[in-house]
């Protein structure tokens, strides 16, 4: 933290699993800073599984995420990205794991 700013934070989430190719979450995060600016984060993330075989499972996921501060000369953020995703086998394996994303930010 900058100029001896402390901060008291928390995290809470609720995910919903419709089932093992598709879940969305919603995750809030409250911040309070001891220079009296209260943050709240929020962030949803949803993934679809498009394709599925034995060996390769291929996954579209969406996040949205904003943060909004009580103090005014803060910059509040909004970001959206797309993460397409590819992993093998029934578990990720990190040598065949491809992550792509494009992201968005719109301050």
């Known amino acids: 933290m900058n100029a001896d700013i402390t901060a008291n934070g928390g995290s809470g ?11 969305w979450k ?4 409250p911040s309070h800073f001891s220079d ?5 984060e ?4 949803g ?17 949205v995420g904003t943060s909004r501060n009580t103090k005014e000369d803060e910059d ?15 578990s990720r394996c990190g040598e065949d794991h491809a992550l792509c994303t494009l992201g968005m930010l719109d301050r």
Do not use: H
């Open 26 to 29: 919603l995750a809030l995060s």
């Open 36 to 40: 009296g600016n209260n943050r709240l």
């Open 42 to 45: 929020a962030l949803l993330t």
């Open 76 to 90: 509040s953020q909004c970001c959206l990205s797309f993460v397409p995703e590819c992993w093998c086998g029934p």
């Open 13 to 23: 989430f609720i995910r919903w699993r419709a089932n093992e190719s598709r879940e």
């Open 47 to 63: 993934r679809q599984g498009v394709y599925s075989s034995p060996g390769v499972q291929v996954d579209l996921g969406l996040e």
